[in-house]
């Protein structure tokens, strides 16, 4: 079992920048692919990157290219998600999600992953 423990939402302008962080709790020391994921209301959840454990091979949905970066200390059992140039459509809960991988193949269904965060909002203004 793994517990996700995300950090780092808030309430910032169009144009700023976020850092979000997700923990993960208990059996890290086998590989888990990582992601994040977004909902905001009425819509579905989104895919908005990936990183695998082995090689960091990474993922990201079209609307976040070139804005946001996914990263991973695999010594800490962290995960983050840089966001910059943030847009008022970038508002939602971001999840962080993890399932134990068996390639290097970074994974952007949401129904491959196992393990799932609490969410952390994010809310950009115009």
């Known amino acids: 079992q793994v517990r996700l423990v995300e950090s780092g939402g808030g309430s910032v302008q169009a144009g700023d920048s976020l850092r979000l962080s997700c923990e993960a709790f208990?059996?890290?020391?086998?590989?888990?692919?990582m992601g994040w994921f977004r909902q905001s209301p009425g819509k579905e959840r989104e895919f908005v990157a990936a990183v695998t454990w082995a090689w960091a091979v990474t993922a990201y949905g079209d609307s976040v290219k070139g804005r946001f970066t996914i990263s991973r200390d695999n010594a800490k059992n962290m995960a983050y998600l840089q966001m910059n140039t943030l847009k008022p459509e970038d508002t939602a809960v971001y999840y962080c999600?993890?399932?134990?991988?068996?390639?290097?193949?970074?994974?952007?269904?949401?129904?491959?992953?196992?393990?799932w965060g609490q969410g952390t909002q994010v809310t950009v203004s115009s």
């Open positions: 999600a993890a399932r134990r991988e068996v390639s290097a193949r970074v994974q952007t269904a949401a129904n491959w992953y196992e393990y």
């Open positions: 208990g059996r890290t020391s086998e590989p888990y692919g």
